[in-house]
């Protein structure tokens, strides 16, 4: 999920102790076969499955689910499934622009869930490419604050190819282009600087700004949307204050 980070970043940890965990684990896993199929399954020549094994370990995935995963992507163990990436495009409540990402091995299944996930919560299907405009392909970094400040990041990371560092309250942000997400993550390794996630997300070039009720519904279609075990990530341009947020959370 991106549109608020700040929001995210919260979810994201209530999401990891309540009832989602399974699922959440059971999408981390699929990251993972999917990445060892497409770049096979040594973690040294595929960044991809380097990232995506990092972000499940950062989430307390087990490791032997882990290691399934790679072995299943990586045709060394049967079972692996043929999933394929989809992205849909639709309209929130308050014109919200909603890119979804399915990883899926049913795409009819995928379609339907989506479809109906989106028209039950005040949302509409779009064509594709009247959405997608709105966003651009980023790397995406989530550093831990603990004792960093944003200059020591942005030091470790501004000649690996980063463009910005976003504080999000507990954590930074670091953005790049996609190509130089690789380039950023080890620059934060080698200046030994811990991260919780590093990946290639759609980040949105404008947002709308949301009250507290545009915030309480487009929440309520986001999950929706990702309670779909064929929906990997959905993508959103709206921004929500931190007052509004308060609000929200009581």
Same mark, same amino acid.
């Given at each position: 999920?991106?549109?608020?980070?700040k929001?995210?970043?919260?979810?994201?940890?209530?999401?990891?102790?309540?009832?989602?965990?399974?699922?959440?684990?059971?999408?981390?896993?699929?990251?993972?076969?999917?990445?060892?199929?497409?770049?096979?399954?040594?973690?040294?020549?595929?960044?991809?499955?380097?990232d995506?094994?990092?972000?499940?370990?950062?989430?307390? /995935?087990?490791?032997?689910?882990? %290691?399934?995963?790679?072995? #299943?992507? &990586?045709?060394? =163990? @049967? *079972?692996?499934?043929?999933?394929?990436?989809?992205?849909?495009?639709?309209?929130g409540?308050?014109?919200?622009?909603?890119?979804?990402?399915?990883?899926?091995?049913?795409?009819?299944?995928?379609?339907?869930?989506?479809?109906?996930?989106?028209t039950?919560?005040?949302?509409?299907?779009a064509?594709?490419?009247?959405?997608?405009?709105?966003?651009?392909?980023?790397?995406?970094?989530?550093v831990?604050?603990?004792?960093?400040?944003?200059?020591?990041?942005l030091?470790?990371v501004?000649?690996?190819?980063?463009?910005?560092?976003?504080?999000?309250?507990?954590?930074f942000? /670091?953005?790049?282009?996609?190509? %130089?997400?690789?380039?950023? #993550?080890? &620059?934060?390794? =080698? @200046? *030994?600087?811990?991260?919780?996630?590093?990946?290639?997300?759609?980040?949105?070039?404008?947002?709308?700004?949301?009250?507290?009720?545009?915030?309480?519904?487009?929440?309520?279609?986001?999950?929706?949307?990702?309670?779909?075990?064929?929906?990997?990530?959905?993508?959103?341009?709206?921004?929500?204050?931190?007052?509004?947020?308060?609000?929200?959370d009581a």
């Amino acid at each position: 999920m991106s549109g608020h980070s700040k929001w995210a970043t919260t979810k994201h940890k209530k999401a990891v102790i309540d009832a989602k965990r399974g699922k959440l684990f059971a999408k981390m896993i699929k990251n993972i076969e999917v990445a060892a199929r497409t770049g096979g399954a040594d973690v040294s020549g595929n960044p991809t499955l380097f990232d995506a094994i990092q972000k499940a370990k950062k989430s307390s /995935v087990p490791n032997k689910n882990i %290691d399934s995963a790679v072995k #299943r992507g &990586a045709g060394l =163990e @049967a *079972g692996g499934a043929d999933y394929e990436t989809i992205m849909y495009e639709g309209y929130g409540p308050n014109g919200v622009a909603v890119l979804i990402e399915c990883l899926t091995d049913n795409r009819n299944r995928a379609a339907s869930d989506v479809r109906v996930a989106m028209t039950r919560n005040g949302g509409s299907m779009a064509d594709p490419g009247s959405v997608s405009y709105l966003f651009n392909r980023k790397g995406v970094v989530i550093v831990p604050k603990g004792e960093l400040a944003e200059d020591d990041v942005l030091g470790a990371v501004l000649d690996a190819g980063a463009e910005e560092v976003n504080d999000l309250g507990e954590t930074f942000e /670091v953005l790049s282009e996609a190509t %130089d997400l690789v380039a950023v #993550r080890t &620059a934060l390794q =080698e @200046a *030994g600087i811990d991260y919780d996630s590093a990946e290639a997300n759609f980040v949105p070039t404008m947002q709308v700004e949301l009250d507290e009720d545009g915030a309480r519904k487009i929440f309520k279609l986001i999950d929706a949307l990702e309670d779909s075990d064929d929906v990997q990530n959905v993508f959103a341009n709206f921004d929500v204050s931190d007052e509004v947020m308060e609000k929200v959370d009581a």
